[in-house]
Structure formats: structure tokens, C-alpha cells
T-cell receptor, first 114, second 113 residues
Framework: DSGVTQTPKHLITATGQRVTLRCSPR?????VYWYQQSLDQGLQFLIQ???????AKGNILERFSAQQFPDLHSELNLSSLELGDSALYFC?????????????FGEGSRLTVL | AQKVTQAQTEISVVEKEDVTLDCVYE???????LFWYKQPPSGELVFLIR??????QNEISGRYSWNFQKSTSSFNFTITASQVVDSAVYFC??????????FGPGTRLSVLP
């Protein structure tokens, strides 16, 4: 158990819909990262937050947005969903923001868009 | 820009064989961190090791060992006497101070009984 909690674990929805994925980091970790893993694909970095502020942005679509709240949990919002958005979405937390500390991953949220 | 290459897409070995997973990284920074993660069939990502660029000592943890060579920009991972439970996708990752983690494409290891 990494200490990172992601909900929901599984989500099935239709094209055009909007979903919200939630992540609670490990206790004390200020940095949250979001990654997307499509079928047989590697891990694509989406976005990073540190203590409520956006720190880095990767290949995140404009239809996607995220935020980190004062209690440090984070949400990833995916809108106008397309079939290609079907993937495993991981949240990870780290005690540091600059990449020196290891990432601790949640179990992922598996999104299926029909 | 940072890059991680894992040239081996898939490897199959028979139980008890040793196997080495290759990782080659690219960065111009002198301070960086290297990681290995394991993703078993259940899907979660499990942290295995972190190494910083100033520490070239090789590390052994049970049946796992890591060989870090700055001269060849490689951070290879060896599993000795492999077991079926080692079957997973293994990711090598690089982070550079102030920037983000970059993951390699992963190597799928199948250990056959």
C-alpha cells in the first residue's frame, strides 16, 4: 500500500461526457502528479501540483484540467470525452517537488469511454 | 530534453534464469535521479529503487541488483534466479532537478515456470 488513494477505481462512461478523478496523496506529501497510461503504452505525464500550485505541465489536452485543493487532495477533470481517452490514470505523490524524491503511485483509475 | 530508452520491449525467461533489463538515459544536467518501477499484472506501480547522479555505487537487494554507469548513461537492472512473481512490466525513469519525471517505454518481463 503506497498510501496514495485514487477514486474511482473503475469508471465507464460515454463519449462527450465529463468525469472527475480524485487523488489523496500520502500523508505529508505536498506534490501530486497525474499520469496517463493507455493500453500497451508507457506513462505519459499530464500535470504536477505542489502545495496547491501548478508546477509543471506535460501533454495534457485542453479538455483536461486539474487542481490541488488546500487539503492537498487533487482532482483531474476530463471533459468532452473521446474513445481515445480510455486509459489508466495514475496519481502519484512525492514529498518534494523538484524530482529528487521517488513517486508513490496510487492504484490508478481505469476509465473506459464507450 | 530528457529521454529514457528501454530497448527491450519484451523478454521471456525460464524460472531461475538471470535476466538483465537495460535502461539508457539522456540528460545534459549533472544532477539527476534515476528510478526503477515495477508494474505487475494487477496494474499498480511499485517503486523499486532511486539512485542520484553522484552515487555510482551498485546496489543489491536480495535477488535484485542495479548497475549504474555514468560513462555509458546506463542504469541496468538484473534479477537473479528469476521467479514467476517477477513477471511484470518494468519502467526506468529519470528526473532532473526542477523538472519532471520521464519514464521509459517499459520492458515486459515474462518468467515461465
Amino acid at each position: 500500500d503506497s498510501g496514495v488513494t485514487q477514486t474511482p477505481k473503475h469508471l465507464i462512461t460515454a463519449t462527450g461526457q465529463r468525469v472527475t478523478l480524485r487523488c489523496s496523496p500520502r500523508s505529508g506529501d505536498l506534490s501530486v502528479y497525474w499520469y496517463q497510461q493507455s493500453l500497451d503504452q508507457g506513462l505519459q505525464f499530464l500535470i504536477q501540483y505542489y502545495n496547491g500550485e501548478e508546477r509543471a505541465k506535460g501533454n495534457i489536452l485542453e479538455r483536461f484540467s486539474a487542481q490541488q485543493f488546500p487539503d492537498l487532495h487533487s482532482e483531474l477533470n476530463l471533459s468532452s470525452l473521446e474513445l481515445g481517452d480510455s486509459a489508466l490514470y495514475f496519481c502519484a505523490s512525492s514529498p518534494r517537488w523538484e524530482g529528487a524524491g521517488e513517486l508513490f503511485f496510487g492504484e490508478g483509475s481505469r476509465l473506459t469511454v464507450l | 530534453a530528457q529521454k529514457v530508452t528501454q530497448a527491450q520491449t519484451e523478454i521471456s525467461v525460464v524460472e531461475k534464469e538471470d535476466v538483465t533489463l537495460d535502461c539508457v538515459y539522456e540528460t545534459r544536467d549533472t544532477t539527476y535521479y534515476l528510478f526503477w518501477y515495477k508494474q505487475p499484472p494487477s496494474g499498480e506501480l511499485v517503486f523499486l529503487i532511486r539512485r542520484n547522479s553522484f552515487d555510482e555505487q551498485n546496489e543489491i537487494s536480495g535477488r535484485y541488483s542495479w548497475n549504474f554507469q555514468k560513462s555509458t548513461s546506463s542504469f541496468n537492472f538484473t534479477i537473479t534466479a528469476s521467479q514467476v512473481v517477477d513477471s511484470a512490466v518494468y519502467f526506468c525513469a529519470l528526473s532532473v532537478r526542477g523538472q519532471n519525471f520521464v519514464f521509459g517505454p517499459g520492458t515486459r518481463l515474462s518468467v515461465l515456470p
